[in-house]
Each structure stands twice: as structure tokens, then as C-alpha cells.
């Protein structure tokens, strides 16, 4: 099941849901690849099938970034949220929302290097407790009745 | 990605809330990975913890109301014991969530590996 490229999903307190997985790179480059817009429409994609038409960051504390995903069916999913600390290459604290009525999280990613191989760790904080677990209850119930399309944005707001 | 939610008809909403929540807490984890080697009592669960029969009785009940562990019957020393059920729900409800972040991954390993190339083809231009 575990091997270095497995993805570790956790449940840290129960306000997180937390990712972490290991890569063959120094992490100037991991954090390159997550925060430059010429990188990320390469890669967070989500889905098979998705590609990624909009993608703005401005790369400084208070500074906002927005990305749009288009689905294979032509529907497109809107993302965006401000920085709050940007120091590379081990940290990155951003928000994140898909709108009004999602609850706003705020996204921790630590970059721990180690030989020349990075362990990226995603951590998202819920504003509740309750807002977690909606989040991964929506993404079940949700999922099953219209399509699976909220579980695909949830999965997008581990992003 | 894997999207298919087969299976999960069964896991009501607040019995998936109340395994979340049972399972966010390390002690409660630890009970569990204890049970998982087979039944205990309180006692003996209480323990390696070193915490009162109280309060490793409390870890359980909010175990028990998850579904995740049941009393047996030997009136006496009413061992507890994992149920797997629940547990197993919510893991592969997890695993679809992290398979997810591993087609990400596996794209961002191959433009890392072409970031590599990259740098060191321009390292190498320089000299």
C-alpha cells in the first residue's frame, strides 16, 4: 500500500484533512512547480480529461489567485483565494473558496527536503469541525446524486 | 481518476461524521489499533495509556457510538472488540480521496523530472 509515491491522506484534528506525498526534486522546485503559472495548469488538473484555461497568481502575501478548470463537457469550475504567507521554497499558507456558499479554507503547504527528495504536505483547515465533515459527507452524498460533480470540486478544494 | 461511489449506500451521513470524529483523536486511534490485535477489557486497554478506566471509558463510548467497537458478552470482563465495518467504509470513502490526488502527483513527478532536465541542460550551456 505505502511506498514513496503513495499519497498519505490523514485526519490531523477535526478540523483538517491533511495530504502528503514524496517527490524526486529539491524543493525549490516543488514549490516552482506549485506556485508558478506556467507549471501548475500541467499538473493540478483533477480528473482526466480537465485542462485548466485560467490560471492568476500573484505570488505575495494578500495577494489573490484564481483558477478556472474546464471539464471535458465544456462546464467550467471556478477557484479562488488570497496568499498569506509566501516563503519559499518550504512554505506556502494560502485561502481558498468556491464561492458564497463554501466555507473557506485555509490551505498550509510544507515542503521538507531531504537527499535531494521533497515530502509535500497539503493541509486544509475547515472553518468548523461541522465544515470538514459536510465537505466529505457533500463529496459522498453529493457525488452519487448529480453526477459526481461536487465530488469532483471537493477534490479540487485539496488543491 | 477513480470516481465510482459504489458501495458507500449503506454509511449514513452522521455515522460517517461520528467515525471522523472517533478517529481524529490519537488515543482513540490507539484503542483501535490495539483491538485490532484483538479483544480487551478496560483494564487492559487502560493500561499502556496510563490514563484512569474513566477516561479510557469515555474514548470508548464515543468508539462505540461510531460503530466501531462493540461489548462482548462475558458479563465480567466485558471485552471490547473492533468492528471493522465502519472503519472499512470510511477508509475506502478516504482512499478514493487520496487516489484522486495521485493522478495530480503523477503529473507533477513528470514535470519536476523535466524541470530537472531543464536546469541541468542549462547548467551545462553555461560552462
Known sequence: MSGPE????????????????????????????????????????????????????????????????????????????????????????STESWGPEWPETINTLTLVEKAGTTTATLTILYPSKEARDAA??????????????????LLGTMV | MVMQLKGYGHLAPGRLDAV????????????????ATGDASVTELAEPFE????????????????????RGKDAQRRPRSLEPGPLAEANA?????????????????GLLERMKTHEKNRDHDKR
Open chain 1, 6 to 93: 503513495s499519497v498519505t491522506l490523514t485526519l490531523p484534528s477535526d478540523r483538517e484533512v491533511a495530504l502528503s506525498r514524496v517527490l524526486d526534486a529539491p524543493r525549490r522546485l516543488v514549490f516552482d512547480a506549485w506556485t508558478n503559472p506556467e507549471h501548475v495548469p500541467h499538473w493540478m488538473l483533477g480528473p482526466e480529461g480537465w485542462t485548466m484555461p485560467v490560471c492568476e497568481i500573484d505570488l505575495r502575501p494578500g495577494g489573490s489567485w484564481h483558477f478556472v478548470w474546464r471539464k471535458a463537457d465544456g462546464a467550467e469550475m471556478d477557484m479562488r483565494g488570497k496568499y498569506r504567507d509566501v516563503s519559499p521554497p518550504d512554505r506556502l499558507v
Open chain 1, 136 to 153: 466529505l459527507k457533500t463529496g459522498m452524498k453529493e457525488g452519487m446524486a448529480h453526477g459526481f460533480d461536487r465530488l469532483e470540486r
Open chain 2, 20 to 35: 471522523f470524529a472517533a478517529l481524529a483523536d490519537p488515543t482513540r486511534r490507539a484503542i483501535l489499533t490495539r483491538l
Open chain 2, 51 to 70: 490514563m484512569t478506566q474513566p477516561a479510557i471509558s469515555k474514548h470508548l463510548k464515543v468508539l462505540e457510538r461510531a460503530g466501531l467497537v462493540s
Open chain 2, 93 to 109: 470513502w478516504l482512499e478514493r480521496y487520496r487516489k484522486a490526488w495521485e493522478a495530480n502527483f503523477r503529473r507533477l513527478d
